[in-house]
């Protein structure tokens, strides 16, 4: 089983707005509701590979009880403390010409110091009943959950020889960096902020030296992943109508390298792999989500570079 760690779980909203005006009435033609937070979307995408899972969540009143029950459909088990503060939401809006998303982003419940002690107690014991294969760490926290978490968690996933996945930022992520955790997805803004550096290669590299694997993403320009002493440049092109949205595609693509390192040998594999995943998403209706087939298609057409 893999363990997709979503502390902060989060319905993220779909508004269709065309434009925000500050200090006036802004009115959505659509919205749609999804399960969301980054890890809730790695749990999906790895459910969709065929991989068993289980997501480790902080489950907030209505809004928590939803997304257990979304995970479950999808015969993904849910597992962690039940807290009455409702679980966030986040809402992205397409408001602008060029697709990139606009998010505004929920921050959470407040969790006790007791609530968070469950949340870790609840991990250990995954880790020790179950058989993980591979830990994967997403996404922001709640209030009260201490920054250095994912260092915790890493930490302790080792003593078990599990390898950990995490994507995070900020004082979250710098702490988890202390833990030299095996494999580390982040963005290039997130990247920008983490090492001084614009140029994705060197971000990479830099991120290399605290991590086994280093994936970082730039968008239309994909995938640069940090591997051996290469890095390892996986693109896919897609045309600007065909997407829909790209919010989740960090998370699927990081499911993809993940399922790609439990299954296959050839890091060549892993970015075409990985690519596909975080592609497939931008072209699928339901955020963080995409279909095996568009993964098996789009495999085969991502140009990969090995600088
Ligand atoms: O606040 P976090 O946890 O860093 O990010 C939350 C979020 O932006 O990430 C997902 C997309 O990756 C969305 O489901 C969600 O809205």
């Given at each position: 089983m893999i363990l997709a760690v979503c502390a902060n779980p989060s319905v993220d909203a779909f508004w269709d707005i065309d434009e925000i005006n500050k200090g006036t009435t802004n009115r959505s033609a659509n919205e749609q509701y999804f399960p969301g937070g980054k890890g809730i979307h790695v749990a999906f995408a790895l459910q969709e590979l065929n991989e068993q899972v289980t997501a480790l969540g902080v489950w907030g009143g209505v809004t928590g009880r939803w997304i257990q029950e979304e995970c479950h459909k999808k015969d993904i088990a849910t597992i962690g403390p039940e807290v009455e503060e409702w679980t966030r939401t986040c809402i992205t809006n397409r408001c602008d010409t060029d697709w990139a998303d606009t998010e505004l982003l929920g921050a959470g419940p407040s969790l006790t110091p007791g609530q968070s002690n469950d949340f870790l107690s609840i991990y250990r014991r995954a880790l020790t009943e179950s058989t993980v294969k591979a830990v994967v760490l997403s996404g922001s926290v709640p209030k009260g959950m201490s920054q250095d978490i994912y260092k915790q968690m890493i930490t302790e996933a080792r003593t078990h020889d599990i390898p950990a996945y995490v994507d995070a930022s900020n004082d979250l992520l710098e702490h988890a960096l202390e833990a030299n955790p095996f494999a580390v997805h982040i963005n290039q803004k997130e990247g920008k902020a983490l090492t001084g550096h614009n140029n994705p290669v060197k971000i990479a590299k830099s991120l290399r030296k605290q991590c086994h694997i280093a994936a970082v993403t730039a968008g239309k320009d994909g995938l640069y992943l940090a591997a051996n002493n290469h890095i390892y440049h996986g693109r896919y092109s897609i045309n600007k109508q065909d997407?829909?949205?790209?919010?989740g595609s960090g998370d699927c693509l990081l499911a993809g390298l993940c399922k790609a390192i439990l299954t296959r040998d050839d890091i060549e594999e892993w970015t075409k792999l990985a690519t596909a995943c975080g592609s497939a998403n931008c072209i699928h209706p339901k955020l963080g989500m995409f279909k095996a087939q568009d993964v098996n298609r789009i495999f085969n057409q991502v140009r990969l570079e090995i600088l």
């Amino acid at each position: 089983m893999i363990l997709a760690v979503c502390a902060n779980p989060s319905v993220d909203a779909f508004w269709d707005i065309d434009e925000i005006n500050k200090g006036t009435t802004n009115r959505s033609a659509n919205e749609q509701y999804f399960p969301g937070g980054k890890g809730i979307h790695v749990a999906f995408a790895l459910q969709e590979l065929n991989e068993q899972v289980t997501a480790l969540g902080v489950w907030g009143g209505v809004t928590g009880r939803w997304i257990q029950e979304e995970c479950h459909k999808k015969d993904i088990a849910t597992i962690g403390p039940e807290v009455e503060e409702w679980t966030r939401t986040c809402i992205t809006n397409r408001c602008d010409t060029d697709w990139a998303d606009t998010e505004l982003l929920g921050a959470g419940p407040s969790l006790t110091p007791g609530q968070s002690n469950d949340f870790l107690s609840i991990y250990r014991r995954a880790l020790t009943e179950s058989t993980v294969k591979a830990v994967v760490l997403s996404g922001s926290v709640p209030k009260g959950m201490s920054q250095d978490i994912y260092k915790q968690m890493i930490t302790e996933a080792r003593t078990h020889d599990i390898p950990a996945y995490v994507d995070a930022s900020n004082d979250l992520l710098e702490h988890a960096l202390e833990a030299n955790p095996f494999a580390v997805h982040i963005n290039q803004k997130e990247g920008k902020a983490l090492t001084g550096h614009n140029n994705p290669v060197k971000i990479a590299k830099s991120l290399r030296k605290q991590c086994h694997i280093a994936a970082v993403t730039a968008g239309k320009d994909g995938l640069y992943l940090a591997a051996n002493n290469h890095i390892y440049h996986g693109r896919y092109s897609i045309n600007k109508q065909d997407i829909i949205s790209t919010i989740g595609s960090g998370d699927c693509l990081l499911a993809g390298l993940c399922k790609a390192i439990l299954t296959r040998d050839d890091i060549e594999e892993w970015t075409k792999l990985a690519t596909a995943c975080g592609s497939a998403n931008c072209i699928h209706p339901k955020l963080g989500m995409f279909k095996a087939q568009d993964v098996n298609r789009i495999f085969n057409q991502v140009r990969l570079e090995i600088l």
